[in-house]
């Protein structure tokens, strides 16, 4: 089974940006679906951005289209969230996922059965 670690959060102001990173042992991640979540206070989790095992297909939430990137990097073993022109309502903690290949339902965090133990994303205005 793989384990995945998070890193890369902090603080930023808005208009900034940051690089998350989800480092995969134990497995390639190249055998998995891979995705990122992210939870604020109070919030239920929300899907980010998906990867699919084949690298083929990628999948975004609506409001972060054209700002987000989810990349993976075979060599590392990481997948990889540049996050550019953020926002204070992107503030969350950001969770990576992974499951065996589904080929559907990427948005469904019940979907994952492999977690990280999140990074915190704060934006300030």
């Known amino acids: 089974q793989v384990q995945l670690v998070e890193s890369g959060g902090g603080l930023v102001q808005a208009g900034g940006s940051l690089r998350l990173s989800c480092a995969a042992s134990g497995r390639s991640f190249s055998t998995y679906d891979m995705a990122w979540f992210r939870q604020a206070p109070g919030q239920e989790r929300e899907f980010v951005a998906a990867?699919?095992?084949?690298?083929?297909?990628?999948y975004y939430v609506e409001s972060v289209k054209g700002r987000f990137g989810i990349s993976g990097d075979n060599a590392k073993n990481t997948v990889n969230l540049q996050m550019n022109r953020l926002k204070p309502e992107d503030t969350a903690v950001y969770y990576c996922?992974?499951?065996?290949?589904?080929?559907?339902?990427?948005?469904?965090?019940?979907?994952?059965?492999?977690w990280g133990q999140g990074t915190q994303v704060t934006v300030s205005s």
């Open positions: 990867l699919s095992w084949s690298g083929r297909n990628i």
């Open positions: 996922a992974a499951r065996g290949p589904l080929n559907m339902d990427y948005r469904n965090w019940r979907r994952y059965s492999v």
